[in-house]
Antibody, heavy 118, light 108 residues
Framework: EVQLVESGGGLVKPGGSLRLSCAASGFTFITYSMTWVRQAPGKGLEWVSSISSTSNYIYYADSVKGRFTISRDNAQNSVSLQMDSLRVEDTAVYYC???????????WGQGTVVTVSS | EIVMTQSPVTLSVSPGETATLSCRASQSVSVNLAWYQQKPGQAPRLLIYAASTRATGIPARFSGSGTGTEFTLTISSLQSEDFAVYYCQQYDNWPPLTFGQGTRLDIK
């Protein structure tokens, strides 16, 4: 079964850091780019960051650029999102997603909740 | 940045009828457009990609059309499980990848 499982969410104070992880299984991880998408409470979907299969290409939304770092470990079939200098507006469910060729997202994790609050 | 605008914000339709949801792009995205369904407490599910291709396991009552800047998701013979929020997403010109704000499909 193709599966993505996120972990690492939690409650953190503004200015703090958190590292999200996503474990992939059931597909040849090294052949896929990976992406993080977030959803603030009661709001729509927002693309956060993407990384190519060999980490050659990395992209960030302007809202997180300079604060978040995406990385992957193809030996461990995992992708991570290091989140620093967190802000209240970063509060959201963070989804790890796999894009099919063409960048529509066909596989989604269950999401991990990040709450930034004092 | 390509802005995606969905209409209406909320759509009320009776079971068994047809729902028509719209998505407009601020500039052409060719056919690089996807539709997702999201139910409360769940992750989104891919319905349509390349504007009109159904994803694996998606029933034939879901259909997508359009090209350029105007797109439509049509859901025929609405079932109870179809009432949800629907999002469109462009992947033609990025970063950033952008989503519409969503259309909530309610039972009438």
């Amino acid at each position: 079964e193709v599966q993505l499982v996120e972990s690492g969410g939690g409650l953190v104070k503004p200015g703090g850091s958190l590292r999200l992880s996503c474990a992939a299984s059931g597909f040849t991880f090294i052949t896929y780019s990976m992406t993080w998408v977030r959803q603030a409470p009661g709001k729509g979907l927002e693309w956060v960051s993407s990384i190519s299969s060999t980490s050659n290409y990395i992209y960030y939304a302007d809202s997180v650029k300079g604060r978040f770092t995406i990385s992957r470990d193809n030996a461990q079939n995992s992708v991570s999102l290091q989140m620093d200098s967190l802000r209240v507006e970063d509060t959201a469910v963070y989804y790890c997603v796999r894009p099919r060729p063409g960048w529509a997202f066909d596989i989604w994790g269950q999401g991990t909740v990040v709450t930034v609050s004092s | 940045e390509i802005v995606m605008t969905q209409s209406p914000v909320t759509l009320s339709v009776s079971p068994g009828e047809t729902a028509t949801l719209s998505c407009r792009a601020s500039q052409s995205v060719s056919v690089n457009l996807a539709w997702y369904q999201q139910k409360p407490g769940q992750a989104p599910r891919l319905l349509i990609y390349a504007a009109s291709t159904r994803a694996t396991g998606i029933p034939a009552r879901f259909s997508g059309s359009g090209t350029g800047t105007e797109f439509t998701l049509t859901i025929s013979s609405l079932q109870s499980e179809d009432f949800a929020v629907y999002y469109c997403q462009q992947y033609d010109n990025w970063p950033p990848l952008t989503f519409g704000q969503g259309t909530r499909l309610d039972i009438k």
